[in-house]
């Protein structure tokens, strides 16, 4: 069983439960963890130094932030890639493993890039692999195998995510003493608010660096029952109007969950980051920050090395040298810079051996701890718009003095101070956001935090890693500054600095002090890379939460279902494409009746005096004389001349008419008559009902269907009473309120009916039952294309396209040019004067027994070989007819009745076609449909 | 109509070290420092050819008028920072399977401009021609990849339709089980096409550009368009005024703000359209994968991470902030087509901004307005298209004559009632 | 996500709207060129600045409506009704 040297006895303020002690693996081989560990504490713990290779030169690294953003500690966790060691705890059973290693940790292959590294300098891929071209392709794939990421999840990988909407007044995004303070002063003021915490615990720095400071503030948020706490959560995204994404981690039975919430006041208070030192060897392992020391130290119990050098510039680096020294490591020295101290250089091959200073001495140790200064993550302020200035006594970058409205700072990000100072900043920003959010009366003055002086230290007198994840050194950054990528943006992308997993938290501002450097512009006028959301990586999962697609059934779906219809995905409703045998079902409906259910149809009820300018308006055909009963067939078209629908109208009152409209078009023809009704023409007096949903809708069709309606209904159905397009209303089984109309898309004698739509499968099953013995038969959208492609009828969306206007698409002869204004008259004028657009056309193939492939082209001779003038739109093999019929557009000088094209299928075969007279291949004179 | 040439100048020309593994092998044993990429300028006080916009477009429309043409006096003007705009935020995909034969053309002539741009500009711009498919989900999908598919081997682009079953070979990841909302009933599948690196092909076009003694003027900014008796007289920006008698509009987001400044108004409606990147994982993905159903395209970068793009947002706006609303309809879409990537995580999103046209397809060409040029217009197909545009922009400004490959693209053709035929078109369009 | 004041139904997330274009008046067909015409149909401001276009309040009260939005920073500073009941 494996032990934990570096483990210290119990610590007043550990976070680890010594009580609860099991063993996960790491890389195959098991390892012992306290509950309450984060799995590099626990490595640590047992003496593991080297958590991973680095991107391009495969250095080992270790331990460097011991937080989430520790760069060296990405590891794959029982499969997941990317997970951030430093932060994720330990369970029992977990399997770990390195990541971007091969074949392992210790020796690694790709290690052989430290030996060519001046070699392959930065952007070193710009300047090669340029010739021979055919072997680019193998470039990549060896390049690939040097990508960084961890594995990909298994296809069967499916884990619980979800989503929730908050509705805090507040927000505080920390939960560190600033954020404590804040929060509670909200709420004290009557504000509902959410804490959230980034950390597995409330505290931020004083759980390590004060404890019992922590102890009253904790007690008083809990005290709050209007304080909502989220912890391993992040205020990761701040978009416009305050609508912020909140990562939840911790959130029991989902890996993550996205939490939305409009904010009245987000109050930032983020802490501040300690940054890295450049300096040669600062990748060692060994090498780590005052931070990650004294979370070792405090909060896990780990003693980080056994003999330690301590690079200070502040009193956070001169307390982890006293803690080290208390934990019983040997702290060989101490090189204080604001003395005037500085350190050159770490001595080390795979860990750090020695430390050579400025002043010449070199010291042995295992353990280099460097507290060279703080960045504040003032990426959320970005997002808000806030554009960060950089205080040059502070070395650091602070937030404006204005901020955006609903946003406020407090903490570190904000300024420096004693403890108490900071609680009482704090305090008075959570009064602040509470009052602006509409709660308590009290106007409080924020008072001034001081900014403390700090020495500028962000690269030592050697060259360094300044973006440990990419890889990336100081010499890198400077050298594309020389090359002439000079300014912040193109350096970036050029080296790939701040684009790895931290984008920046820890690596930008020492990347654009380099470039200030190298530039001599000064950090300031060098300016930073632009902060985006997410602050930190969401799962694609969190983001899509419990993911819901619309589906829409008619109230016949299940009968449908149950007799075996192929189901067609029609928008977003669900149709029957056939029923086991389209051609059967044509040829049904042709010598019997067969039922179809066309519930998707658009269909809206019309009512008021204003009705008929509204149909005058909108279509392009005449409405004025439509009298009560009967049904006009009309095309809508938009302002520039194109087909936008079509679809039949019926007059069934004085004041009262019902349009349809295509299915895929319903939607946007509402939002067309609603446009025309409130914005155009607001004194017309029109009423429009949706009723696509009210309305289950059956078209009964073929010879026999007068037959079979007569037996539901007592509307009188005498071919001379109820002529071809005209409606009544009536009762249809016993169903009161029903419209029934004769209108012809099948070229059949049929009837349309529209039944309230919770009879609507009581009709369609009392139709069935009542025709049998007419034969009568279900079908599908399938065998409903096919009729209406006999019978020569476009589908607007499929023989006409988003250029395709009325001339073009053969329905001249609806648009009557002499009306008042209607939608496309202009253009429809214009453009007919002009010509020369393509003609829609039946087609007839030469060899009936080819079904040409909708879409195919239709070609001719040319210089170059083929010139494309036209392409097939509609093309079916024809059951009644027993050959393949088309409908299809030709450039005009083919248009002409008897014309022979070329169709070219996509075997590249070409086949004759020729023009028909009339669109219509079965029944051309309509006679069926006046029967 | 020729060029003046008025300002005659010493020539900024000068050979750039050459790009090669033995330069690479070479600068590595002595330590030598590289040449600079391009060099800063002055302004100067009149150029031949001012050219708006420092990102492919503009860049390649410099570099085709020096080294076609032999036109160097010439000044690109970039507000930010070379390739700050559309072309380093796009999702570079690199395609010619469009719909129309003017399309086809224009863009296969990208593609082959692109395929040798490494060589031709000695700057690898890493152009991975791993395929492109276009899922289908419905049968008016399928019928439009039909078309597409024809007119495409029509004019000798290898694109053409496939099945579920080569679409699940393609990307294995996908769900093309018929469990899904919107099954996959097939695709276009394009070998040709493919990814490259955006920002290497706008700095390979600089290098090379300001190789020829072409100007490259960043952080100046386009404030005045002076126009006089109908024709260009000059510009006036941050850094001072230039006296010109071209301004070539290049530029993208800006084009209607730019063009207003010389008295031309456009079509035009500026749209953000966001993009996404997750964290790398192990390279899987080995196709560009695009759905026009549910509007969302991804592709794996050989770093391994994957990058999503979607369709323009829902209203215009100069804003490049992003936003909540699109990650999530990505990862939506994603997770629909993709099922087991759900603990894939998104590391950045950003935008750019895109100017929208009637019909869905640029504004090249002259304009009311004498020298003054358009190059606009560019959605969200912008990136795809730098070479060619570069490539006939130049030629057309150079030589006063329209190249036949952009002739359907003049501005005129609003007026006249002339759509270009890509309006016909129903997938997402990259 | 931006909030928009529906004038009929208070603020209300933008995804229950969708944006119908710059405002402007429609010419009277009957009297115009085809140029004028097309300017209207095609031609756009497309100011990066205050903007007043029509949206739709489709997933509320359904009623057409004209905002005021910057186009830049996406502040709304004034919702007027279109007529009409």
Same mark, same amino acid.
């Given at each position: 069983m494996r032990q934990m040297p570096m483990r210290l006895g119990?610590?007043?303020?550990?976070?680890?439960?010594?009580d609860s002690r099991f063993t996960f693996t790491w890389n195959g081989a098991s390892y012992p963890a306290y509950r309450g560990d984060t799995i590099t504490s626990a490595l640590a713990a047992a003496g593991v130094r080297v958590f991973s290779r680095s991107l391009k030169y495969h250095r080992r690294r270790g331990l460097l932030t011991?937080?989430?953003?520790?760069?060296?500690?990405l590891v794959e966790v029982d499969g997941e890639p990317n997970v951030r060691g430093s932060h994720r705890l330990v369970e029992p059973g977990m399997a770990v493993r390195a990541q971007n290693?091969?074949?392992?940790l210790r020796h690694?292959?790709?290690?052989v890039n430290q030996l060519v590294g001046r070699f392959l300098p930065v952007g070193f891929y710009y300047k090669t692999?340029?010739?021979?071209?055919?072997l680019w392709p193998l470039y990549e794939r060896v390049l690939r195998r040097f990508s960084p990421g961890g594995p990909v999840p298994s296809p069967d990988a499916r884990g619980r995510y979800d989503q929730r909407y908050a509705h805090p007044d507040v927000v505080v995004a920390g939960g560190g003493p600033a954020g404590l303070a804040a929060a509670v002063a909200a709420a004290a003021a009557g504000a509902a608010v959410l804490l959230v915490e980034?950390?597995?615990?409330?505290?931020g720095h004083l759980r390590w660096s004060d404890p019992l400071a922590l102890g009253p503030l904790l007690d008083a948020v809990v005290a709050r029952p209007n304080i909502e706490v989220l912890t391993d959560?992040?205020?990761?995204g701040r978009y416009d109007g305050n609508w912020l994404a909140i990562l939840h981690r911790?959130?029991?039975?989902?890996?993550e969950r996205l939490v939305k919430v409009r904010a009245a006041q987000l109050v930032v208070a983020p802490g501040l980051i300690e940054r890295p030192y450049v300096f040669?060897? *600062?990748?060692?392992?060994g090498v780590m920050l005052s931070t990650a020391a004294r979370r070792l130290l405090n909060?896990?119990?780990?003693?980080?090395? &056994?003999r330690a050098v301590v690079f200070t510039a502040n009193a956070d680096g001169d307390a982890a040298a006293a803690e080290l020294v208390a934990a019983?490591?040997?702290?060989a020295k101490v090189v204080d810079a604001r003395a005037g101290g500085d350190i050159v250089r770490a001595h080390g091959r795979?860990?750090?051996r020695a430390v050579e200073c400025a002043d010449g001495s070199t010291v042995d140790c295992d353990l280099l701890v460097t507290a060279a200064g703080w960045t504040a993550p003032t990426a959320l302020l970005s997002q808000a718009g806030d554009r960060p200035t950089f205080h040059e006594g502070a070395a650091r970058f602070v937030p404006s003095a204005q901020l955006p409205d609903g946003v406020l700072a407090t903490g570190g990000i904000a300024g420096d101070g004693s403890l108490a100072e900071l609680l009482a900043h704090a305090e008075a920003v959570g009064m602040v956001a509470a009052r602006r959010a509409g709660f308590g009366t009290t106007a409080v003055p924020i008072p001034e935090l001081p900014i403390e002086p700090h020495p500028a230290?962000?690269?030592?007198s050697t060259h360094g890693i300044v973006d440990f994840s990419e890889d990336v050194s100081s010499k890198d950054l400077a050298a594309a500054v020389d090359e002439g990528y000079d300014s912040i943006e193109l350096a970036k992308r050029y080296t790939?600095?701040?684009?790895?997993?931290?984008q920046g938290r820890l690596e930008a501002v020492n990347a654009i002090a380099v470039v200030a450097a190298a530039t001599g512009r000064g950090i300031a006028a060098t300016g930073t890379t632009t902060a985006r959301p997410p602050y930190v990586p969401v799962s694609l999962g969190a983001l899509a939460g419990r993911r819901y697609q619309r589906v829409r059934h008619t109230p016949m779906h299940s009968w449908h279902e149950r007799h075996g219809a192929t189901p067609l995905v029609a928008g977003t409703w669900i149709r029957p494409?056939?029923?086991?045998d389209p051609a059967a079902e044509v040829l049904a409906v042709r010598n019997g009746v067969g039922i179809i259910d066309v519930t998707p149809l658009g269909k809206f009820e019309l009512r008021g005096p204003d009705v008929v300018r509204l149909l005058e308006q909108v279509y392009? *055909? &005449?409405?004025?004389?439509?009298?009560?009963g009967s049904v006009r067939y009309g095309v809508m078209c938009a302002?520039?001349?194109?087909?936008l629908d079509d679809g039949v109208t019926g007059r069934l009152g004085e004041d009262r008419y019902l349009m349809t409209t295509t299915s895929t078009g319903a939607a946007a023809v509402e939002r067309w008559l609603q446009w025309w009704l409130?914005?155009?023409?607001?004194?017309w007096q029109v009423r429009v009902t949706p009723m696509t949903d009210a309305y289950a809708s059956i078209n009964v069709a073929g010879p026999h269907s007068r037959a079979l309606v007569a037996r539901l209904t007592d509307?009188?159905?005498d071919r001379q009473s109820f002529r071809y397009l005209q409606v009544r209303t009536g009762p249809v089984a016993g169903v009161a309120g029903c419209v029934l109309w004769r209108i012809g898309f099948t070229g059949e004698l049929s009837y349309e009916l529209h039944v309230p739509a919770g009879y609507g499968l009581a009709v369609w099953e009392r139709l069935l039952e009542r025709g049998a013995d007419l034969g009568v038969r279900p079908f599908g959208v399938e065998a409903q294309r096919i009729l209406r492609l006999e019978k020569g009828h476009l589908i607007v969306g499929q023989d006409t396209?988003?250029?395709?206007?009325a001339h073009g698409a053969g329905l001249s002869w609806a648009v009557?040019?002499?009306?008042?204004?209607?939608?496309g008259k202009p253009e429809l004028g214009w453009q007919r004067d002009r010509g020369g657009y393509p003609r829609l056309v039946g087609l007839q193939?030469?060899?009936?027994t080819v079904v040409p492939t909708e879409s195919s082209q239709i070609v001719e001779a040319s210089p170059q070989g083929r010139r494309i003038v036209g392409r097939v739109t509609s093309s079916r093999m024809s059951p009644t007819l027993g050959r393949s019929i088309c409908l299809g557009y030709v450039a005009p000088h083919l248009a002409a009745a008897g014309t022979r094209v070329t169709v070219r299928l996509p075997d590249g075969r070409e086949i004759p076609a020729t023009v028909t007279?009339?669109?219509?291949?079965?029944d051309p004179d309509g006679t069926r449909l006046h029967a | 109509m020729g060029m003046a040439l008025r300002y005659r100048q010493r020539s900024s020309r000068r050979r750039p070290a050459r790009y090669s593994a033995m330069s690479l092998v070479r600068h590595g044993l002595s330590g030598a420092a590289w040449p600079r990429v391009w060099r800063h300028h002055e302004l100067r006080p009149g150029y031949d050819v001012v050219i708006v916009g420092g990102g492919v477009h503009g860049l390649a429309t410099a570099y085709y008028l020096a080294a *076609?043409?032999?036109?160097?006096?010439v000044a690109v003007l970039e507000?930010?920072?070379?390739?700050?705009?559309g072309s380093g935020r796009n999702t570079a995909i690199i395609r010619s399977?469009?719909?129309t034969p003017e399309g086809v053309r224009f863009y296969d002539r990208s593609v082959h401009l692109y395929s040798t741009l490494a060589a031709d500009l000695n700057? *690898?711009?890493?152009?991975? &021609?791993?395929g492109h498919l276009t899922l289908a989900h419905s049968d008016s999908a399928l019928r439009t990849m039909r078309w597409r598919a024809e007119v495409n081997k029509l004019h000798g682009v290898d694109s053409e339709v496939v099945d579920p079953a080569e679409v699940a070979a393609l990307?294995?990841?996908?769900?093309?089980?018929?469990?899904?909302?919107?099954?996959?009933l097939g695709g276009l599948y394009h070998p040709p096409g493919g990814i490259i690196r955006h920002d290497a092909v706008v700095w390979g076009y600089a290098r090379a550009a300001d190789a020829h003694g072409v100007h490259l003027h960043q952080g100046t900014e386009v404030v005045g368009i002076d126009v006089a008796g109908g024709a260009i007289r000059g510009v006036r920006t941050n850094r001072g005024s230039i006296a010109t008698p071209v301004v070539v509009n290049?530029?993208?987001?800006?084009s209607s703000l730019v063009s207003e400044l010389a008295g031309v108004r456009l079509p035009i409606t500026t749209l953000p359209l966001q993009a996404a990147v997750t964290e790398p994982v192990r390279?899987?993905?080995d196709t560009v994968v695009v759905s026009g159903t549910l509007h969302v395209y991804v592709s794996q970068t050989d770093r391994g991470e994957l990058v999503f793009g979607a369709a323009v947002d829902p209203y215009p706006s100069?804003?490049? &902030?992003?936003?909540?609303e699109f990650t999530e309809g990505v990862a939506t879409n994603v997770l629909e087509l993709?099922?087991?990537?759900?603990s894939l995580r998104v590391l950045r999103q950003w935008a750019g901004l895109c100017d929208m046209t009637p019909d869905y397809s640029p504004i090249m060409g002259r304009t009311p307005v004498d020298g003054f040029y358009l190059d606009v217009g560019?959605?969200?197909?912008?990136f795809k298209a730098g070479p060619v545009a570069g490539e006939t922009m130049a030629e057309l400004v150079a030589t006063g004559s329209t190249p036949d490959l952009i002739a359907?693209?003049?501005?005129a053709r609003f007026a006249e009632g002339r759509?270009?035929?890509?309006?016909?078109a129903a997938a997402v369009g990259h | 996500m931006i909030l928009l004041p529906c004038p009929h139904c208070g603020p209300r997330n933008t995804d229950e709207f969708s944006h119908h274009g710059e405002h402007g008046e429609r010419p009277d067909a009957d009297r115009v060129t085809a140029r004028q015409w097309r300017s209207y149909l095609y031609l756009r401001r497309n100011q990066a600045g205050w903007t007043t276009e029509l949206w739709l309040h489709g997933a509320g009260c359904g009623r057409y409506v004209l905002f005021e939005r910057?186009?830049?920073?996406?502040?709304?500073r004034a919702a007027h009704s279109t007529g009409g009941r």
């Open positions: 119990p610590r007043p303020h550990e976070l680890i439960d010594r011991a937080d989430f953003n520790d760069p060296g500690c290693a091969w074949p392992s690694d292959v790709k290690a692999f340029i010739a021979p071209r055919r980034e950390n597995h615990r409330l505290g959560a992040v205020v990761t911790g959130a029991p039975g989902v890996v040669a060897g *600062n990748d060692l392992p909060l896990y119990a780990v003693r980080p090395g &056994r019983g490591v040997d702290v795979g860990r750090v230290l962000f690269r030592s790939t600095a701040t684009m790895g997993p931290a494409d056939h029923y086991g392009v *055909n &005449r409405w004025a004389k439509l009298a009560v302002e520039d001349g194109v087909v409130q914005v155009q023409r607001p004194d509307v009188d159905l396209d988003g250029l395709t206007q009557k040019a002499d009306k008042d204004d209607f939608a193939p030469v060899d009936g007279p009339q669109s219509a291949h079965v | *076609n043409h032999g036109t160097t006096n507000r930010g920072y070379l390739g700050g705009g399977n469009y719909l700057f *690898n711009v890493m152009f991975s &021609r791993r990307a294995p990841r996908l769900d093309t089980s018929a469990n899904t909302r919107y099954p996959i290049c530029t993208a987001g800006w390279p899987f993905l100069y804003s490049t &902030r992003g936003s909540l993709m099922p087991s990537l759900a560019w959605g969200t197909y912008g359907g693209f003049d501005l759509m270009v035929g890509e309006r016909g | 910057h186009t830049v920073t996406n502040e709304v």
